[in-house]
């Protein structure tokens, strides 16, 4: 009795809905849409395979994402580069014009220096209006 109970018990697990994987098994009762997380058996092939596509779609929406990203931050390489060059050409124009600025400097002082030190008994213009007034 107790082995025939026993096969019984067997063959009732083994044809009931837990062992089959019937999926209506993880259904709640109370709402229909919810599944019961302790009866639960696992997507069927269609909800796996939207999964799947899903997926695909997801990484090729990544890729154009991260492709446009490249893009952007390539562009903005290109501006900080271009802004780079124009502060190196502009912090050269400041150079040159301080070098311009302080030989002119320099070139000022030294004609300040010739025309008060050196040439101070220089000949004026008037000096040569005196000759060739009179004929011989």
Known sequence: MTLQ???EEIQNH???????????VGRSYIAPNRLRPDHYKGMPIEQQQAIILEQAVQREVKLT???????INTS????AES???MG???DAEVRVMEENLQLAASQSASKSFLTTQVY???VD???????GKTSR
């Open 120 to 122: 101070k008994n220089s």
């Open 125 to 131: 213009p008037s000096f040569f209006d005196q000759f």
């Open 5 to 7: 109970d026993n096969i």
């Open 76 to 79: 903005y390489d290109v501006y």
């Open 88 to 90: 190196q050409y502009t």
């Open 83 to 85: 802004v780079r060059k």
């Open 14 to 24: 083994l044809a009931s809905d837990i062992l089959t994987e019937n999926a209506e």
């Open 65 to 71: 994402m991260a492709a446009a990203e490249k893009d």
